[in-house]
């Protein structure tokens, strides 16, 4: 069965870094597509990055420029590297797979196994 682990996240200032990690099992990171999704108190759930078998990422306006997906085969981790923090970064993040090829859409519905979550809250 697919497990995604979340780790990575804590409180950071506005301005800082956080790295976050996703440890999948059951699941070969790399073979299609993986995205990070973040969720605050109130609000729908909404994608961050995506990336594909093929390298290929995706990423919300919001996080284009100072968030980076990436992913390691070998270790079968999924990476989330979030520079220049806002407080409109905090929520809850997930890590998410589906393995299906084509375009990684940044939409809840396109990813079948999700992680449990890790906070992150950026203060001003």
């Known amino acids: 069965q697919v497990q995604l682990v979340e780790s990575g996240g804590g409180s950071v200032q506005a301005g800082g870094s956080l790295r976050l990690s996703c440890r999948a099992s059951?699941?070969?990171?790399?073979?299609?597509?993986m995205g990070w999704f973040r969720q605050s108190p109130g609000a729908e759930r909404e994608g961050v990055a995506s990336?594909?078998?093929?390298?290929?990422?995706n990423y919300a306006d919001s996080v284009k420029g100072r968030f980076t997906i990436s992913q390691d085969s070998a270790k079968n981790m999924l990476y989330l590297q979030m520079n220049d923090l806002k407080p409109e970064d905090t929520g809850l993040y997930y890590c998410a797979a589906v393995p299906a090829s084509g375009t990684c859409h940044l939409t809840v519905d396109h990813y079948n196994y999700w992680g449990q979550g890790t906070q992150v809250t950026v203060s001003s």
């Open positions: 990336v594909g078998s093929d390298g290929t990422t």
């Open positions: 059951g699941y070969t990171v790399g073979s299609a597509c």
